[in-house]
């Protein structure tokens, strides 16, 4: 069995905000830091094998963070699962929007990336670190739609209409028979916090 714990990075200013992402490379905030930490502590009393984190800078300094905790170095960054592409509206909030292109923006062609590349990115990137680490546990920092989408792809029927929440973590396990999730969207560690 291979195990997978995929996580999204902490907060950053334009999720307070409300604005896009997408491939735009924002830091963490300070709460995103914290965030991070407490995530890190959470791991610190589990055993992993490998980290890896997208190549965005907010998954790279969530991945550090982790990373110096366990005592694992990053094994790499993985563009496959950087977050799907904002087109147009990165850096707009929902009211940006409606102000630029009216209330029916949604069915306007923006440039966002599909569901379908996003499903077939990500899931392809997951596939390429298990096969590399077969029998190990694997972290893997990313982002809430490109996780969502990929997990779309690698267990079939799975519930992923709640979004990610920051720092949370995911667990996929890959058996003879394919992929299951174990744990969803779990934010303990942050409950854990307050």
Do not use: F
Not at 104 to 126: N, P, T, Y
Not at 178 to 188: H, I, R
Request: include cysteine; hydrophobic fraction near 35%.
């Amino acid at each position: 069995m291979t195990t997978i714990g995929l996580i999204r990075h902490g907060s950053t200013a334009w999720n307070k905000e409300g604005r896009i992402q997408g491939h735009t490379d924002n830091p963490l905030d300070e709460e995103g830091l914290q965030q991070a930490a407490a995530i890190a502590e959470r791991l610190s009393g589990e055993q992993w094998d490998y980290i890896y984190s997208s190549d965005l800078l907010r998954a790279v300094q969530t991945a550090e963070v982790i990373a110096k905790r366990l005592g694992i170095p990053i094994a790499g960054q993985v563009p496959g699962v950087r977050e799907m592409n904002g087109g147009l509206i990165e850096g707009t909030t929902e009211d940006e929007r409606v102000q630029r292109w009216g209330s029916g923006w949604k069915s306007m062609d923006m440039g966002l990336e599909s569901d379908e590349s996003g499903q077939q990115r990500g899931s392809r990137a997951i596939e390429e670190i298990a096969a590399r680490h077969p029998g190990k546990r694997i972290l893997l920092v990313s982002h809430g739609a490109i996780l969502r989408s990929s997990l779309r792809k690698l267990v079939p029927g799975l519930d992923v209409g709640e979004l990610l929440k920051n720092t949370s973590i995911t667990h996929i396990v890959k058996d003879n028979s394919g992929w299951t999730c174990a744990l969803y969207n779990c934010v303990a560690h942050m409950e854990a916090e307050r």
